[in-house]
Structures are given as structure tokens and as C-alpha cells.
């Protein structure tokens, strides 16, 4: 047996500083730990999706992966109790004249136990399945479920669902965000481009995630989706938003891998408010849902709003109720975006996932993606 050839971490006394550190010995990446007066050492590569073990937290014995969480035994590289075959490679230490040695050679191979995949994550369908045009609406009003109120913006949005039905012979289908429990974006991504994972890393953490039935519609069944929005402070609803920021992850596939999740799917707004500012909350509406790769029908949004001086929220709603016109509008921008979702469908490919740098922002490949730290996983 080939002798081992032991690797200098540097003076014990200065490793006992910290209790949890990442280090690059060679070619190796280690997560090397100290607690109780003694050092483990383990690969500082998770299993998950290639975590930095060392820039993680002690908890007891255990090392706690600092982008999802999962555990490990800080000597052994096995995994929490009842995850023990979940394992990274653990590595032998000693302590010789003031210094901490390594051997790179592990002690015990990496072994990735199976994770089934969630539905969410199987691939998206180049072609859409035939049958009736799939018309999503999704509602980011807030209201008291158990005392709901008239919302205009779903009023309105009821009519264009309603409308892509009866004049289409579409499939609807409503999502009320009020109806739906879910966290807020945890900032995987803040944490590196690579934390944040598709299906959603809360997705993945949590099986009873609420936007599970939003990313299914709007990644997997519809061809058409319209959003309908109040205007809260010049803004749209901070539901709105609470389920954009969730949607990082389909963007950052595109930085990451260049798959695009979302083709040849059509998107357009209903936005009413009391007061103004219909082209700013369009503006943000637009913009984001164009980085995800949708496409717009002609004239992509309907509003409504009294307006600065003729606020007057005792008469909106019934202004709304009495508006033929503006239901109407909402039947028409339907009829608009299940057109454009048909004129897609013919033209198919329009949007593929060959085009060059789409929704990077025009960068380079590499550019500004730093991959994790990779480690030999024999
Ligand atoms: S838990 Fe370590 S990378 Fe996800």
C-alpha cells in the first residue's frame, strides 16, 4: 500500500481559532472543524447541489450545510441520525510538531443516497400538448378569507376567464394567492447563484409549499396567464411581489444553465387602484415577467383608476360594477393573448432554448458565474 502523503494545514494553534473552517488543500476542499478539543475533517463539498460545508454552523457534532441545511457528522461525513449512508468523504488527521496534517486520501467515498425528483423539475415540453387553449388566472389581492370584499381586479379578471372560455373554448383555471400558504424568498440566491436551485429550494424543503400549483401552471399546463393586480402605494399587491421574488429561480435558470423554463407563453395584466400610477405597476410587471421569457399580446394590460384628484373609494367599486367597458376590455385582452398564444403555436420555436444568451443580460458563458468548489469525489 502506497504510502500516505500527509498534507501541512498550518499550525494547530492558529487552526483552533475557529470552530468550523473551509479549507483548499491541493486539490482538495475540506470542511475542518474543531470542538471539544479535538478536529474532524471532511470534504467541504455537500451532496445537495455542492454546498460549502466549512462556511456552514456547528450544531453538536454536526456540520450544518450553510445553503439548505442538510447535516453531517463533522469527523465521520456521514449523514444526521437516519440519513447516515448520505455521506462526503471523511479524512484522516494528525497533530506532529505544532502542525495539523491531512491525508488526502478519504477515509470514506462520497454516497449520494437517491432523491426522487419532484414533478416540477421533470422537463418542460418543447411542444405544448394538444387540446384546448390552457388560460391561467391568477389573482394577488389581499382580503380577510373569511370575510372576503368585492376585488375589482379580480372582477375583472373572472370576466377575461370567463371570456377566454366562452369565445375560445378554453381550460381555465383561477388562482387566488390569498388561498395559498407560502414563504417568502429566503435569499438562496444571495447566498450564491447555485443555492438557489429549480423547483425552488423551499419547494424542495417544504412538500406543503402553496406555490407549488403556481409554478406547475405556469411552467408546465397554461399557454396563456393573466395577473390581476390592485395598486397598492403606486405598486402591485405585496402578494405580487412575495410570488415574483419566489420566481428568481426560473430566471436563474437561464444565468446558470441557459434552460429556459417559460416558451412560447403569453402573459398580460389587469391592474385597478384608486389611484394612479397604472403605467409604473405595468412597467414592473412587464419588465419582470419579460426576463422569464414570456411574450405579450398587443396591448398587454387593462387598468383602471379614478385617479389623483378623482380618488374617491366610496364610488370605485360600484364604478367597476356598473363598467360594461371594462369588462368587455378584460374579454378582449383575453381574446388578445389566447391569439398571440395561437400565433405562437404556429410559428413554434419563435423562442427556443438555442438563442444566444437570452436573459443574461448578454453576458459571456462564464461570466460572472462562479461555480462551487469541486473536489475529486472518489
Ligand atoms: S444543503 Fe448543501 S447544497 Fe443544499
Known amino acids: 500500500m502506497a504510502e500516505a502523503q500527509w498534507l501541512d494545514l498550518g499550525p494547530v494553534e492558529q487552526l483552533q481559532q475557529k470552530s468550523l473552517q473551509q479549507l483548499t488543500v491541493g486539490k482538495t476542499v475540506i470542511a475542518l472543524s474543531y470542538a471539544n478539543g479535538e478536529f474532524g475533517a471532511i470534504s467541504g463539498v455537500c451532496n445537495h447541489v455542492g454546498g460549502p460545508l466549512g462556511k456552514g454552523c456547528l450544531e453538536g457534532d454536526l456540520i450544518v450545510c450553510p445553503w439548505h441545511r442538510w447535516r453531517y457528522d463533522r469527523k465521520t461525513g456521514s449523514g444526521e441520525p437516519g440519513y447516515e449512508e448520505e455521506r462526503v468523504p471523511g479524512y484522516e488527521i494528525k497533530i506532529e510538531n505544532g502542525h495539523l496534517w491531512l491525508n488526502p486520501t478519504p477515509l470514506t467515498k462520497r454516497h449520494k443516497l437517491p432523491h426522487p425528483a419532484l414533478p416540477l423539475a421533470r422537463p418542460v415540453k418543447a411542444e405544448r400538448d394538444p387540446g384546448a387553449w390552457r388560460v391561467l388566472g391568477v389573482s394577488t389581492t389581499v382580503m380577510e378569507k373569511n370575510y372576503p370584499r368585492y376585488s375589482t381586479s379580480e372582477t375583472l379578471l373572472q370576466a377575461a376567464l370567463d371570456g377566454a372560455q366562452q369565445n375560445h373554448g378554453a381550460q381555465t383555471q383561477l388562482l387566488r394567492l390569498n388561498d395559498l400558504k407560502f414563504r417568502n424568498c429566503e435569499g438562496y440566491y444571495s447566498k450564491s447563484s447555485h443555492a438557489c436551485t429549480w423547483p425552488c429550494s423551499i419547494t424542495q424543503m417544504d412538500p406543503n409549499d402553496g406555490l407549488t400549483p403556481v409554478y406547475e401552471a405556469m411552467v408546465h399546463w397554461a399557454d ?155
Request: net charge positive; aromatic share 8%.
Open 224 to 378: 396563456v396567464i393573466l395577473l390581476a393586480t390592485p395598486i397598492r402605494w403606486g405598486a402591485p399587491s405585496s402578494l405580487y411581489f412575495k410570488m415574483v421574488e419566489r420566481m428568481n429561480c426560473i430566471q436563474n435558470q437561464i444565468t446558470l444553465f441557459n434552460k429556459i423554463l417559460i416558451q412560447n407563453k403569453v402573459i398580460s395584466f389587469i391592474i385597478t387602484g384608486g389611484q394612479d400610477n397604472i403605467q409604473a405597476v405595468a412597467g414592473e410587471m412587464l419588465a419582470f415577467f419579460s426576463e422569464l421569457g414570456f411574450m405579450f399580446p398587443p396591448f398587454p394590460y387593462i387598468a383602471h383608476s379614478l385617479g389623483w384628484e378623482a380618488e374617491n373609494m366610496e364610488r370605485n367599486m360600484e364604478f367597476v360594477q356598473a363598467s360594461a367597458e371594462l369588462k368587455s376590455g378584460a374579454i378582449d385582452l383575453a381574446r388578445r393573448s389566447v391569439e398571440m398564444a395561437e400565433r405562437l403555436c404556429a410559428a413554434a420555436k419563435i423562442v427556443g432554448d438555442k438563442m444566444e444568451r437570452a436573459g443574461r443580460k448578454a453576458h459571456r458563458d462564464k461570466q460572472n458565474v462562479k461555480k462551487p468548489e469541486t473536489v475529486d469525489h472518489s
